[in-house]
């Protein structure tokens, strides 16, 4: 961490997910988006000035590739922003706002651990967010990223509140699931459909006695829309609209100078897929 910054960690975020935080003010959720909005910032390469919800940090430009990194404990918290899309205004949970451009890069980060049956009713909004953005956005590089808690039938009072079996297999549901992600990812050029987001991640959880945990079976490494390849998926396409068409241009992502020495340069180390900060060459 920075000086006064703690820098979010997933895993942080799961045992969030696991303290039973009641989820109709969506607080339980939110510690994801925070952690998102940082590793967009310190992986990423986007100005901590360009990301919402709003972290402490603050850069300072060197050069249009270069910029110094610094904690900044007083920044306003601003959360969610609101865009307006085809339809309606929609509240992103996590935006990146390009100076001059607007709404460029974003995430929906959600959670579902019981009543699994409703998982229809989690893809219908998808869609519905999905698209409605991309109507007023074409170029918007959108990702959706779901996670899913663990529980075996015998670990929970109602059937319909389990997830994968006895022999810790997805169940058909979750597997069904999958499979939906799976056709809902993958949009590449702001010609395909607008109902596809640019990126899909699934990541299963589960809550244990010290907090939670990653459950790294399911789904398998070469799935699509494995956690592993989500945000290198939705930088390459940021890349490849915002930065390619002007790559000496003002849009581009940055390299950080980080004069801090409490800041780590790697993340999630005791995770199987850890992630560096975008240091300047």
């Known amino acids: 961490m920075t000086r006064g910054c703690q820098i979010a960690s997933l895993l942080t975020g ?34 901590p000035e360009w990301v919402l919800p709003r972290q402490a940090l603050a ?4 050069n249009n590739a270069l910029y110094e990194l610094e904690s900044a404990p007083k920044v306003k918290g601003v959360t969610e922003q609101r865009v307006l899309g085809g339809i309606k205004y929609k509240d992103v949970d996590v935006t990146v706002l390009v100076p001059g451009l607007g709404p460029a890069l974003g995430i929906s980060g959600k959670s579902t651990g019981n009543a699994f049956r409703n998982l229809t009713n989690r893809m219908e ?28 039938v ?12 006895e022999h810790s297999q997805p169940l058909p549901a979750i597997r069904r699931y999958h499979e939906v992600l799976v056709a809902l990812a993958g949009r590449n050029s702001i010609t395909d459909p607008g109902m596809r987001y640019e990126a899909v991640g699934l990541l299963v959880y589960r ?8 459950w790294n079976d399911y789904p398998p490494q070469g799935s699509p829309v494995h956690f592993a390849n989500f945000f290198q998926r939705l930088y390459n396409l940021y890349d490849l609209r915002f930065g390619y068409p ?6 581009i992502r940055k390299g950080w100078r980080v004069k801090s020495k409490e800041l780590p340069r790697v993340f999630d180390r005791e995770l199987p897929f850890p992630w560096e900060i975008r240091l300047a060459e």
């Open 14 to 47: 799961i045992g969030n997910l696991c303290a039973n935080v009641k989820t109709q003010s969506q607080e339980h959720i939110k510690p994801i988006h925070v952690y998102c909005a940082g590793r967009l910032i310190l992986e990423g390469g986007f100005p």
């Open 59 to 62: 850069s300072k430009k060197v």
């Open 125 to 152: 909004e998808a869609l519905g967010e999905c698209t409605n953005v991309h109507l007023m956005y074409p170029g918007f590089v959108f990702g959706f990223l779901h996670l899913i808690k663990f529980g075996k």
């Open 154 to 165: 015998s670990e929970v009072g109602n059937p319909q509140d389990a997830s994968f079996d």
């Open 207 to 214: 809550c244990t006695r010290s907090g939670g945990e990653i």
């Open 246 to 251: 002007d790559p000496d241009g003002p849009n």
